[in-house]
């Protein structure tokens, strides 16, 4: 599994979060208001500095008055496009390792 924090998945979720915070004309403090969290607390996580569990995320879409369903269906539809084009440059370490006649590290 990949390191997900830094993906272009990770990024197209935090451009989503940010992007339907400012669709609502609301700054970081404002938000944070709503939350009663800090507005150095929302940027962190606008920035990927910090993650948000499945509860807080729920709290934050709907306390920008959204769906929470229907922002993960949306975050779904273009994460699955993001996986779809998304084109390997290189290949994984058992793959190559495989190639080279050699075990990758880890295998038995």
């Given amino acids: 599994m990949s390191k997900s ?4 998945h990770n990024e197209a979720f935090l451009k989503k979060l940010k992007g339907l915070r400012e669709s609502r004309q609301l700054r970081q403090a404002d938000l944070g208001d709503l939350l009663g ?4 607390w929302v940027s962190y996580v ?9 509860i807080e995320l ?24 993001l996986g779809a084009v998304r084109l390997r440059t ?9 190639v080279n006649g050699q075990r990758a590290s880890g295998d038995k």
């Fill in 46 to 54: 606008e920035s990927g500095s910090t993650t948000l569990n499945v």
């Fill in 5 to 8: 924090l830094y993906s272009r």
């Fill in 90 to 98: 290189r290949p994984r370490k058992r793959a190559a390792a495989a």
């Fill in 58 to 81: 729920r709290e934050w879409i709907e306390a920008l008055d959204y769906n929470f369903l229907e922002f993960l269906q949306e975050l779904d539809d273009e994460l699955r496009w």
């Fill in 37 to 40: 969290r800090s507005q150095g």
